[in-house]
């Protein structure tokens, strides 16, 4: 059994496991598209035009990439299939941030000779054996001189990721991949994202080694789907953005109410008994809270009055305190030292791993050799904890 995969697709399946079955598998058709994607879609087709244009002889305008990109918002915009989810932002605001995107590239690349333009939205299949294929789409592929080659995206997301995250990425190494499969003269291949909101560009280069790393990657990655039994949904701040909330047993429900009125919602029985829920664990919290401040002065009354037991109206609270040993980060020579202690003293069966709480229990009741005592008071701390046994008893007290 063989499996296509994409980058994208790939970092569908890890966002969310769920959201990759419904699109790759299920093919389940999404039901709109964000904002934020229709507006990036409209970027990249503009700036298609632009190098398609110029392979073929012909420097567009800006204005004629901004009457462009303007026409086919106006053509292909729809209220009911573009999903806002920042509420506070309008189309219009969209709209000129991809004008933005497209009038600050411009100017900065102005006349675009930099390199010779070879491939534009380029599609391409890599074979990586035993059924696997990578594809995907590459939206620049220029040659700066002989052997010398640039990957260009461009990127209309609204943050701008550290450089550390770039280095990370695989998205441009794929597309370095597909790039060699094509062209014997390749020396050198800069990867370049274009982050078309900030005028920025981040810059990497793979090695040959972070190459063959890169595949048996996609490789593992590959074979882990083809045998993933449960594609289980997986929460972030990345589902609302989702177009897949009616099949997604997390979302449903959100999904459902929001064709409710107030009314309705507040009679509906899942958001009465979640309401609920949330009340009680609400209280419990300030239980739990009251709770710890209670047994500190209880133990502050017991200790100063060297009781082991309070009396209260129906109830009897035993404390009692113990020792705990902190042990010494695991392999340190503290901790080893503490280990050669143990094996010296014949404890090796029960101690070699050095368990805390039968250690704790040895101190407590002073059953170590002299040694390997000093040897925890001078590499661990030792600290005390108490618990608290409630009983409830026969009324005896009342007020």
């Known amino acids: 059994m063989g499996i296509k995969l994409s980058y994208s697709s790939i970092e569908s399946y890890k966002t969310c496991p769920l959201q990759y079955k419904l699109s790759k598998i ?6 709109g598209t964000t904002i934020e994607a229709f507006m990036g879609t409209l970027v990249h087709e503009t700036l298609e035009k632009l190098y398609t244009d110029l392979i073929n002889g012909k420097l567009d305008t800006l204005r004629e990439l901004e009457e462009f990109y303007t026409n ?9 299939k573009v999903k806002i989810v920042k509420r506070n932002y309008t189309p219009e605001n969209y709209f000129d941030v991809g004008k933005n995107c497209i009038s ?31 594809t995907g789409v590459i939206d620049r592929v220029d040659r700066a001189e002989k052997g010398k080659y640039e990957i260009h995206d461009y990127k209309t997301t609204g943050t701008l990721p550290d450089k550390d995250w770039c280095e990370e990425n695989e998205q441009l190494g794929i597309y370095q991949l597909a790039l060699q499969e094509q062209f014997d003269d390749v020396e050198e291949v800069r990867l370049i994202w274009h982050y078309l909101r900030f005028d920025t560009e981040r810059e990497v280069k793979r090695s040959p080694e972070q190459l063959n790393m890169l595949k048996e990657k996609l490789r593992t990655t590959a074979l882990e789907i083809l045998n993933q039994k449960e594609f289980e949904p997986k929460k972030s701040v990345l589902c609302d953005w989702c177009q897949y909330w009616k099949h997604c047993p997390l979302k449903k429900h959100a999904l459902k109410l929001e064709d409710f009125g107030p009314e309705e919602i507040s009679e509906e029985e899942g958001f009465q008994l979640a309401t609920r829920y949330g009340e009680l664990h609400e209280k419990i919290r300030e239980l739990e809270e009251e709770l710890e401040a209670v047994k500190k002065k209880l133990l502050e009354y017991a ?3 060297k009781y082991l037991a309070v009396v209260g109206r129906d109830c009897e609270i035993k404390i009692r305190e113990y020792d705990n040993v902190e042990l010494p980060e695991k392999n340190s020579p ?11 003293a014949g404890l090796t069966d029960e101690l070699m791993e050095i368990d805390r709480f039968k250690l704790s229990s040895r101190v407590k009741n002073a059953q170590l ?7 925890v008071k001078q590499f661990c701390g030792i600290s005390k904890y108490s618990k608290f046994y409630f009983s409830q008893k026969k009324k005896e007290y009342t007020l």
């Open 104 to 134: 600050g590239y411009y100017r900065k690349f102005y006349p675009f000779n930099q390199a010779l333009p070879l491939w534009v939205e380029k599609d391409f299949t890599i074979d990586l054996g035993e059924g696997i294929e990578i």
């Open 72 to 80: 086919e918002w106006r053509l292909r915009w729809n209220p009911e």
């Open 369 to 375: 050799p002299a040694s390997l005592m000093s040897a």
């Open 334 to 344: 503290e901790y080893l030292a503490i280990k050669n202690e143990i094996m010296a």
């Open 303 to 305: 200790r100063a009055n």
């Open 26 to 31: 299920d093919k389940i058709e999404p039901e």
